[in-house]
């Protein structure tokens, strides 16, 4: 209607037009022809507009030179900020002993995870490579002897038979068998290898992020304004500090509901094949450990090294007892997940598991920490959006019968 008002006054008149439109299309015509850009105002604001696009470019290329360079050493600080958060509540415990000595209190809490972590993993690595060395010098003495399967065996259902029969031969002509399967015990070999050598290099940049993790803790507290300074930026000032909390207490969380209940069942499932004398114990253990990390069931482990002690040693009182204690012992990540995973977190404990679950997918082991505190996160401010309606909103609801 408004585009049609100059011709109506080039036709008709001034004055006949203003007549025909009436006072309140007369406002809206005065107020549209007060917003017609000048030929100036249009130059200034395409200046501004191609300043700001100018701007924003160098910004986005800075930010990708930076990034780029930052890359190598991505995944060692977030580590160390993982590491950083999940041992800052012990320096807070010990800063009223020492007092308040922050950078004293962050090496002394380093060397103790050092020797804590060194220890285990050593005592793991001896165990690990005796095994093998014992391994290996029984294949070159060809002294290497695989009792005879049970007449049992074969009465299993669906696979009886065939683990029968391949166990059967393995007891009697191991050579033939493992020639026959060498390309296979090759591939796993390498396998192995390549698997050993990613651990120790994971290792090692375990061991660097400690050390940077421990820089942070002696700076912590500004370490966690500036969280708060940028989250509040990202999010607003009143979600900022929430939700620094609650990336924290996530990063705990997932610490002692995963990693943790992992070591725990790796050093309960590893004494008892120890005290049992299983073969490769060390190698055992460690694979709980894998297992734990990456969400698995230690069953799936725990199942058939039962059995095989029960086949190899028959039933007695002493196979029994471990049989028990394994099975218990790898089902209990099943009952400290929901006590330990959620705990002090303001998030329900599905969305930390579902995280964590589909982090370890999507990032492997640091995905495991990124899933839930992104997901946790994402919650927390998707609830907050549908809680915090306009008033408006809130009052035709209430006035609706």
Same mark, same amino acid.
């Given at each position: 209607?408004?585009?049609?008002?100059?011709?109506?006054?080039?036709?008709?008149?001034?004055?006949?037009?203003?007549?025909?439109?009436?006072?309140?299309?007369?406002?809206?015509?005065?107020?549209?022809?007060?917003?017609?850009?000048?030929?100036?105002?249009?130059?200034?604001?395409?200046?501004?507009?191609?300043?700001?696009?100018?701007?924003?470019?160098?910004?986005?290329?800075?930010?990708?030179?930076?990034?780029?360079?930052?890359?190598?050493?991505?995944?060692?600080?977030?580590?160390?900020?993982?590491?950083?958060?999940?041992?800052?509540?012990?320096?807070?415990?010990?800063?009223?002993?020492?007092?308040?000595?922050?950078?004293?209190?962050?090496?002394?809490?380093?060397?103790?995870?050092?020797?804590?972590?060194?220890?285990?993993?050593?005592?793991?690595?001896?165990?690990?490579?005796?095994?093998?060395?014992?391994?290996?010098?029984?294949?070159?003495?060809?002294?290497?002897?695989?009792?005879?399967?049970?007449?049992?065996?074969?009465?299993?259902?669906?696979?009886?038979?065939?683990?029968?029969?391949?166990?059967?031969?393995?007891?009697?002509?191991?050579?033939?068998?493992?020639?026959?399967?060498?390309?296979?015990?090759?591939?796993?070999?390498?396998?192995?290898?390549?698997?050993?050598?990613?651990?120790?290099?994971?290792?090692?940049?375990?061991?660097?992020?400690?050390?940077?993790?421990?820089?942070?803790?002696?700076?912590?507290?500004?370490?966690?304004?500036?969280?708060?300074?940028?989250?509040?930026?990202?999010?607003?000032?009143?979600?900022?500090?929430?939700?620094?909390?609650?990336?924290?207490?996530?990063?705990?969380?997932?610490?002692?509901?995963?990693?943790?209940?992992?070591?725990?069942?790796? $050093? /309960?499932?590893?004494?008892?094949? !120890?005290? *049992?004398? &299983?073969?490769?114990? %060390?190698? #055992?253990?460690?694979? @709980?450990?894998?297992?734990?990390?990456?969400?698995?069931?230690?069953?799936?482990?725990?199942?058939?090294?039962?059995?095989?002690?029960?086949?190899?040693?028959?039933?007695?009182?002493?196979?029994?007892?471990?049989?028990?204690?394994?099975?218990?012992?790898?089902?209990?990540?099943?009952?400290?997940?929901?006590? $330990? /995973?959620?705990?002090?977190?303001? !998030?329900? *404990?599905? &969305?930390?598991?579902? %995280?964590? #679950?589909?982090?370890? @997918?999507?990032?492997?082991?640091?995905?495991?920490?990124?899933?839930?505190?992104?997901?946790?996160?994402?919650?927390?401010?998707?609830?907050?959006?549908?809680?915090?309606?306009?008033?408006?909103?809130?009052?035709?609801?209430?006035?609706?019968?």
């Amino acid at each position: 209607m408004h585009g049609s008002v100059p011709y109506v006054r080039s036709a008709l008149g001034d004055e006949l037009a203003d007549r025909l439109a009436g006072p309140d299309s007369r406002s809206d015509m005065a107020e549209e022809e007060s917003m017609l850009l000048t030929p100036i105002t249009e130059r200034v604001m395409s200046k501004a507009l191609l300043d700001v696009l100018i701007r924003a470019g160098l910004v986005a290329v800075l930010a990708i030179f930076c990034f780029r360079i930052f890359v190598p050493f991505l995944n060692l600080m977030v580590w160390a900020v993982i590491l950083a958060t999940t041992l800052y509540p012990l320096q807070v415990r010990l800063r009223r002993s020492l007092d308040g000595k922050d950078g004293l209190i962050a090496t002394l809490i380093i060397f103790v995870a050092f020797a804590v972590i060194l220890v285990p993993t050593f005592m793991l690595g001896a165990a690990v490579a005796d095994s093998i060395e014992n391994m290996m010098a029984i294949v070159r003495n060809g002294s290497l002897r695989i009792p005879p399967p049970a007449e049992s065996v074969s009465n299993w259902p669906l696979v009886g038979q065939r683990i029968y029969d391949f166990w059967q031969q393995a007891s009697t002509d191991l050579a033939g068998l493992a020639q026959k399967f060498a390309p296979q015990l090759k591939d796993a070999a390498l396998v192995v290898l390549t698997t050993l050598t990613g651990l120790g290099a994971g290792l090692l940049v375990f061991f660097i992020a400690l050390i940077v993790a421990g820089i942070l803790m002696a700076h912590g507290e500004k370490g966690y304004y500036s969280a708060v300074q940028i989250a509040s930026r990202i999010s607003g000032p009143e979600n900022g500090p929430q939700i620094a909390d609650l990336c924290t207490s996530t990063i705990r969380a997932v610490a002692q509901g995963v990693v943790g209940i992992a070591f725990i069942q790796m $050093l /309960l499932i590893g004494i008892g094949f !120890v005290v *049992m004398g &299983v073969p490769g114990a %060390g190698l #055992l253990a460690l694979a @709980v450990l894998l297992i734990g990390i990456m969400q698995l069931p230690a069953t799936l482990l725990t199942v058939p090294v039962i059995a095989f002690v029960i086949v190899t040693e028959g039933v007695s009182t002493a196979t029994i007892i471990f049989s028990i204690y394994i099975f218990v012992a790898g089902l209990a990540d099943n009952v400290l997940k929901p006590l $330990l /995973l959620g705990r002090g977190v303001a !998030v329900p *404990m599905p &969305v930390v598991l579902i %995280g964590a #679950l589909g982090g370890m @997918v999507t990032g492997g082991v640091i995905g495991l920490f990124i899933g839930p505190v992104m997901l946790a996160v994402g919650y927390q401010l998707f609830w907050r959006w549908v809680k915090d309606q306009p008033a408006t909103e809130n009052i035709g609801a209430r006035e609706q019968p």
